[in-house]
């Protein structure tokens, strides 16, 4: 199996060979194909900027929205939408600007000199490519941080949503910067040991290196990560609580515990979701959505969640993602081999000669760019069909469990659907290629008018059975 999966990457390497031979200008294809991603998603916002203006919301959520709310809502959506239109030309400029002025050769340099000046030569590769990896990573948050600063304190601060302190900002940047080079270093160190260590048959190994990665951080996420940026308190005895342990028991979800999490702290978005190894799953809600919800609709949102794991729509997923990192891994090893790829972008001809992977791999993710973008559209609209049927999951759960007082489960997922958008102040109208290329959930009129479709479809059958 191994020597067919080999032969079949040696063959493709074949098809690829013009990567090292002929003479393609990799900088300009770069800067070309990255603008263009960027003016298309300019032109998604040109699109949907106009319905901003509207002034009533779709009729099937007058009742529920009003003139107030609706007002707010446009105007959130309104300035996100501008943000979102500068920021994105302003960071593409930059990136095109270093691409222009050679500034990843210029890194690489500056690596060279950081580890000479600790008496480490060019033979170490993987200490420079630490190094490397510092340069851009300093180099990168120089620019974000004023964007972020403004999102948090200016964009939803006038919208009455951000909760969170300047020193608060500060100390979460900064657990941000440690836990990116202590998570980030050793993983990038065996990242590149693999490559190495296992030549030019790397692509299962990395792989599997991957997916355990993955998996590890599934583990450790929740019980070392995500307490130094939040507090996960044992969900309070109650009527949430009991809805919610019945709910798993009915189900049969291995459920293990049952957190608030204090999303307040920095935000009055709401949300809910679960994590976990198959056999030991934690589900978490936001303090926002139990304070703004009632039991049976938060009841309803979780049943929502466990219609994912139901259809195994995470581990469906992951598979996808392993195809996705296949696909990548399988091209990278043309250009990792091709010294005129780094000299297109301004690389000497000593350190073209040897390309160093992370460099090379690096640059091949601009080559990427313009295919990354239709494969995000593809996984959105992989995320939207799990989204529906999540939705229809808790809609049907009454038949599913023989349970009377589930019957009006979808009426309650729909009710919780619209109080989320309305405290959320989320857009409700939307282009639909806009949607298309940006959101991972339908929006919240077809929801809606999916779960009545739903509805509509079981009445039938039960009447057609009666």
């Known amino acids: 199996m191994m020597d067919l999966l080999h032969s079949g990457l040696a063959a493709l390497q074949q098809k690829l060979s013009f990567v090292a031979t002929d003479p393609i200008d990799w900088k300009s294809f770069v800067q070309v194909s990255s603008w263009t991603v960027t003016v298309f998603e300019s032109y998604l916002l040109i699109r949907q900027y106009p319905l901003y203006s509207k002034t009533s919301p779709p009729k099937v959520l007058e009742k529920?929205?009003?003139?107030?709310?609706?007002?707010?809502?446009?105007?959130?959506?309104?300035?996100?939408?501008?943000?979102?239109?500068?920021?994105?030309?302003?960071?593409?400029?930059?990136?095109?600007?270093?691409?222009?002025?050679?500034?990843?050769?210029?890194?690489?340099?500056?690596?060279r000199q950081i580890i000479g000046y600790f008496g480490y030569g060019s033979e170490y590769e993987i200490t420079q490519s630490l190094a490397f990896s510092a340069v851009l990573f300093i180099a990168s948050s120089i620019p974000s941080i004023p964007i972020s600063i403004y999102a948090t304190f200016v964009l939803e601060e006038k919208h009455g949503f951000n909760k969170t302190t300047p020193s608060l900002f500060v100390t979460d940047l900064l657990k941000s910067w440690v836990l990116a080079f202590v998570i980030g270093g050793p993983f990038l160190s065996a990242f590149l040991y693999v490559f190495k260590w296992a030549g030019d048959r790397f692509v299962p190994w990395l792989m599997a290196f991957l997916l355990f990665f993955q998996i590890t951080m599934v583990i450790i996420y929740p019980t070392l990560i995500q307490p130094l940026f939040n507090k996960l308190s044992p969900l309070p005895d109650g009527e949430l609580r009991t809805r919610t342990e019945a709910?798993?028991?009915?189900?049969?979800?291995?459920?293990?515990?049952?957190?608030?999490?204090?999303?307040?702290?920095?935000?009055?978005?709401?949300?809910?979701?679960?994590?976990?190894?198959?056999?030991?799953?934690?589900?978490?809600?936001?303090?926002?959505?139990?304070?703004?919800?009632?039991?049976?609709?938060?009841?309803?949102?979780?049943?929502?969640?466990?219609?994912?794991?139901?259809?195994?729509?995470?581990?469906?997923?992951l598979c996808i993602s392993?195809?996705?990192?296949?696909?990548?891994?399988?091209?990278?090893?043309?250009?990792?081999?091709?010294?005129?790829?780094?000299?297109?972008?301004?690389?000497?001809?000593?350190?073209?000669?040897?390309?160093?992977?992370?460099?090379?791999?690096?640059l091949f993710q601009m080559i990427l760019t313009p295919l990354e973008a239709f494969v995000g559209t593809g996984l959105n609209f992989i995320s939207r069909r799990f989204e529906w049927e999540a939705d229809r999951f808790a809609c049907e759960l009454q038949d599913r469990l023989k349970d009377p007082e589930m019957t009006d489960m979808g009426d309650r997922l729909g009710r919780a659907l619209i109080s989320l958008h309305v405290k959320n102040l989320s857009t409700v109208w939307v282009d639909w290629l806009y949607s298309a290329y940006h959101h991972s959930h339908p929006t919240l009129t077809e929801r809606l008018k999916a779960m009545e479709g739903f509805r509509a479809k079981r009445d039938g059958h039960i009447k057609k059975e009666l």
């Open 322 to 362: 392993q195809v996705h990192i296949f696909t990548i891994l399988a091209l990278f090893p043309a250009f990792l081999h091709a010294p005129q790829f780094l000299r297109a972008f301004d690389f000497s001809n000593k350190v073209a000669a040897r390309p160093p992977t992370i460099v090379a791999f690096l």
């Open 64 to 111: 529920h929205f009003d003139e107030e709310v609706f007002r707010k809502s446009q105007n959130y959506g309104r300035d996100k939408a501008r943000f979102s239109l500068v920021t994105g030309l302003l960071k593409q400029a930059l990136d095109s600007a270093l691409i222009y002025g050679g500034f990843y050769a210029w890194a690489w340099d500056i690596a």
């Open 247 to 317: 709910l798993a028991t009915k189900l049969k979800f291995p459920l293990k515990h049952l957190y608030e999490i204090d999303g307040s702290k920095r935000s009055s978005h709401s949300n809910a979701y679960f994590f976990g190894l198959p056999w030991s799953k934690h589900i978490v809600i936001f303090d926002t959505l139990i304070k703004e919800s009632k039991p049976a609709e938060v009841e309803a949102v979780l049943a929502h969640e466990l219609g994912h794991w139901y259809h195994m729509h995470p581990t469906k997923l």
